[in-house]
């Protein structure tokens, strides 16, 4: 069984001679079909193929050297499993480099969709943060860690983190900003729902926040803070980028980002500026942590993948194709993602 990604390729008339030679010289491609004027809009033909997914993005690149992406389409789907001799041969032998390769436009579009400041952004920003209130009030881990799966953090995080490896400013102040107003807003709203439930005597007058030992790790940073902090967030960044969705979730579960963040509301209304610091550097250690490692991860990912593309520069499957061997003229097509300028 082969890990492969389908391509449907839109591609232009006076483009699709150049396509096809390209994509059957490739030896990581396979299952190459070609459906002449089979689109309309816009107008071209069809290519479909499957390729490897340590090459994909490497193909794709080649694809938007030749305009495809301006002129046509393409289209990515992953398959996680394909019963062919021929997707065996295309995936070739593989190399523990190759271990779950990025597809960097899958990536770029998985981060481009979760970063979105969006009203159902801050809706679970702020009923995680009320969930990890309760949880406080009355000591319950239980209710720290639903807090942790539903906050959607670290989508942002890992939007600034791409955002900075593929020198896409935009993206970054996107990420940024919904990280700004998202945990003021759940800290804020966690305060006030501290007031009111005191108000009404739902709370007792005092918290000893001391005392809770099975929650009051979430405002005592130390060095396993970090710690914890740096694993997860290299164990995130691994996970996204090869959609690893069950060890996400673990990492969700891993850092006490919503929780701190709450604590700092519930303290507040009690009046503990002590918890309230506390939690303040417990929130600041784990989004540093996270962002560091995924930063640091994400860029060795990508130093892996430069080197397979300067390599396959030198491929006689981009002569075929009527491309210049040894160097890109992508730098017209995007800038952004010119190999050279990284």
Same mark, same amino acid.
């Given at each position: 069984?082969?890990?492969?990604?389908?391509?449907?390729?839109?591609?232009?008339?006076?483009?699709?001679?150049?396509?096809?030679?390209?994509?059957?010289?490739?030896?990581?491609?396979?299952?190459?079909?070609?459906?002449?004027?089979?689109?309309?809009?816009?107008?071209?033909?069809?290519?479909?193929?499957?390729?490897?997914?340590?090459?994909?993005?490497?193909?794709?690149?080649?694809?938007?050297?030749?305009?495809?992406?301006?002129?046509?389409?393409?289209?990515?789907?992953?398959?996680?499993?394909?019963?062919?001799?021929?997707?065996?041969?295309?995936?070739?032998?593989?190399?523990?480099?190759?271990?779950?390769?990025?597809?960097?436009?899958?990536?770029?579009?998985?981060?481009?969709?979760?970063?979105?400041?969006?009203?159902?952004?801050?809706?679970?920003?702020?009923?995680?943060?009320?969930?990890?209130?309760?949880?406080?009030?009355?000591?319950?881990?239980?209710?720290?860690?639903?807090?942790?799966?539903?906050?959607?953090?670290?989508?942002?995080?890992?939007?600034?983190?791409?955002?900075?490896?593929?020198?896409?400013?935009?993206?970054?102040?996107?990420?940024?900003?919904?990280?700004?107003?998202?945990?003021?807003?759940?800290?804020?709203?966690?305060?006030?729902? !501290?007031?009111?439930?005191?108000?009404?005597?739902?709370?007792?007058?005092?918290?000893?926040?001391?005392?809770? !030992?099975?929650?009051?790790?979430?405002?005592?940073?130390?060095?396993?803070?970090?710690?914890?902090?740096?694993? *997860?967030?290299?164990?995130?960044?691994?996970?996204?980028? *090869?959609?690893?969705?069950?060890?996400?979730?673990?990492?969700?579960?891993?850092?006490? !980002?919503?929780?701190?963040?709450?604590?700092?509301?519930?303290?507040?209304?009690?009046?503990?500026?002590? !918890?309230?610091?506390?939690?303040?550097?417990?929130?600041?250690?784990?989004?540093?942590?996270?962002?560091?490692?995924?930063?640091?991860?994400? #860029?060795?990912?990508?130093?892996? #993948?430069?080197?397979?593309?300067?390599?396959?520069?030198?491929?006689?499957?981009?002569?075929?194709?009527?491309?210049?061997?040894?160097?890109?003229?992508?730098?017209?097509?995007?800038?952004?993602?010119?190999?050279?300028?990284?």
């Amino acid at each position: 069984m082969a890990a492969v990604i389908h391509l449907r390729i839109v591609v232009p008339n006076h483009q699709a001679e150049n396509a096809l030679e390209l994509l059957d010289s490739t030896q990581s491609v396979c299952n190459l079909i070609y459906l002449q004027g089979a689109a309309r809009r816009p107008e071209g033909d069809v290519i479909l193929c499957d390729v490897s997914r340590r090459d994909a993005s490497v193909v794709i690149a080649d694809l938007r050297e030749l305009d495809i992406d301006e002129e046509g389409s393409i289209a990515m789907e992953e398959i996680d499993s394909e019963i062919s001799r021929a997707g065996a041969e295309a995936e070739g032998k593989k190399r523990l480099g190759d271990i779950d390769p990025v597809v960097w436009e899958e990536l770029d579009s998985r981060t481009h969709e979760s970063v979105e400041l969006s009203a159902s952004f801050l809706l679970f920003m702020v009923l995680a943060m009320l969930i990890a209130s309760v949880g406080i009030y009355f000591n319950q881990p239980i209710l720290i860690v639903a807090a942790m799966v539903v906050g959607p953090e670290f989508g942002p995080i890992s939007g600034a983190c791409v955002a900075i490896v593929s020198r896409e400013p935009e993206l970054a102040k996107r990420s940024l900003l919904a990280l700004a107003i998202g945990f003021p807003l759940g800290t804020f709203v966690a305060f006030l729902a !501290t007031v009111f439930f005191d108000t009404i005597g739902q709370l007792p007058d005092t918290i000893n926040f001391e005392t809770h !030992t099975l929650t009051r790790f979430i405002a005592q940073p130390d060095m396993f803070s970090l710690y914890i902090a740096v694993i *997860a967030g290299v164990v995130g960044m691994i996970s996204l980028t *090869a959609s690893k969705s069950s060890a996400l979730v673990g990492v969700l579960i891993s850092v006490t !980002t919503i929780p701190a963040a709450a604590n700092m509301g519930v303290a507040a209304a009690y009046g503990d500026w002590v !918890t309230v610091r506390g939690a303040a550097i417990q929130l600041g250690v784990n989004l540093a942590g996270i962002f560091a490692a995924g930063l640091l991860t994400l #860029y060795v990912q990508r130093l892996i #993948y430069v080197r397979r593309r300067h390599a396959h520069l030198h491929d006689e499957s981009r002569k075929i194709a009527g491309l210049p061997v040894g160097s890109s003229r992508r730098r017209r097509v995007d800038p952004a993602e010119e190999v050279d300028a990284f």
